[in-house]
């Protein structure tokens, strides 16, 4: 088969009644991480780029747990049969295009890697499904080992299984006898399967232990995403620059303050400190202290991003926006940048400094400072 212009149909099989796994729903119905592992399941499928349609077939009796999902317009609904072979007929009768993939819905944890090797596999050959050869030594026996099974060879079969639509619909009416799965339908029918890697993690939840397999599995890990700002003014006063971001910048003044007044350093620092929510830089560095008068700082911003990591967080945008109308600032945008990617070993395009006037409005506007705003943004994995 060639590779393009196929559709691709996912049948999530979820008719069953299955109570092993404890609790009085359908195992598909229970909440796992929050949601049904049905939904799970079938997120799994809407969320991957090469599924065109989905079939989603499903017990007469859960028809208000179902309507509760809100399912969208690509999904179609079917109901299941007596047995798994009769719910996957009504699911192949129910589909459309050139590819099926058979899955069960317990297996809420399939990879977009295993569904897009089903299907690149299908293509190319017919029939695939991922499987996982058998590592552990295989024994006979009840309470006591009796005999043991030589393994190699064998396989843990995994869904989904993907065929070609005409010809699986074909080979399940045809069918007789009991199946293990679809593999063994296609085989019968005399369908070559090819094998694809399956996944630890794809596991089919069966007991109540596997339910908590899968909750670890499918919660979504805590990322924490801080935003801080900041805002900072220093007055002009006598000088031949001022210091910009950690860059000595020529003007006919220079800007006052305990330190060397370098207003967007100190902006930028307040906006981590402010992420953090670990007070301001007057806090961690007081006025007051005569070993910070002159300092340059570079000193504060460090300890800031310094105070960021040992809290496991990484600085990940910094964007300052420096306001007066002399000197002008536009023209050293790019070198404030380096600079502070620099300070901040960030990449480049992490870095935005900005430049504007207040048009001769209020204190900047009358050149008697610059002001500065910043905003830092920190994410802990
Ligand atoms: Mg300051």
Redesign the pocket.
């Known amino acids: 088969m060639s590779n393009a212009g196929h559709t691709v149909t996912a049948i999530i099989v979820a008719a069953g009644r299955g109570l092993r796994a404890g609790g009085d729903v359908p195992k598909q119905w229970q909440a796992v991480a929050g949601k049904p592992v049905l939904a799970w399941t079938l997120n799994r499928f809407l969320n991957h780029p090469e599924i065109t349609n989905i079939v989603l077939v499903t017990h007469p009796d859960d028809a208000a747990r179902l309507a509760a999902l809100n399912l969208p317009g690509r999904v179609t609904t079917t109901h299941g049969g007596d047995t798994r072979a009769a719910s996957v007929l009504n699911g192949l009768a129910a589909a459309m295009g050139d590819i099926a993939l058979i899955h069960d819905v317990a297996r809420p944890c399939v990879t977009d890697q295993i569904i897009s090797d089903v299907i690149h596999a299908t293509r190319d050959t017919g029939a695939a499904a991922p499987a996982l050869q058998v590592t552990d030594a295989l024994w006979q026996g009840d309470t006591h080992v009796t005999g043991t099974q030589d393994r190699s060879g064998l396989y843990r079969a995994q869904t989904p299984q993907g065929f070609v639509l005409a010809k699986i619909l074909k080979a399940h009416q045809q069918f007789q006898g009991v199946a293990a799965d679809d593999v063994e339908v296609a085989r019968a029918a005399g369908t070559t399967v090819k094998i694809v890697p399956g996944d630890e993690n794809n596991l089919k939840i069966t007991t109540a232990n596997d339910f908590a397999r899968a909750q670890t599995l499918l919660e979504a890990p805590m990322i924490d995403v801080r935003t801080g700002n900041g805002f900072?003014?220093?007055r002009f006063g006598e000088g031949d620059h001022v210091m910009l971001c950690g860059v000595a910048i020529p003007h006919d003044r220079g800007l006052q303050?305990h330190?060397d007044?370098d207003?967007g350093l100190?902006?930028i620092t307040d906006a981590i400190y402010g992420a953090l929510g670990e007070g301001d830089?007057g806090q961690h560095f007081p006025p007051s202290d005569p070993q910070w008068k002159g300092a340059e700082s570079h000193i504060f911003l460090t300890h800031a991003v310094q105070l960021a990591k040992s809290k496991g967080f990484t600085l990940t945008h910094v964007d300052c926006t420096l306001i007066c109308e002399h000197p002008k600032i536009g023209p050293h945008t790019s070198t404030l940048r380096a600079k502070l990617q620099t300070l901040l070993g960030i990449d480049l395009d992490r870095i935005s400094v900005k430049a504007t006037t207040s048009e001769r409005l209020g204190f900047t506007g009358r050149g008697e400072g610059i002001a500065c705003m910043a905003t830092a943004t920190l994410v802990k994995p």
Do not use: E, L, M
Request: proline share 0%.
């Open positions: 900072d003014v220093h303050g330190s007044a207003v100190h902006t830089i």
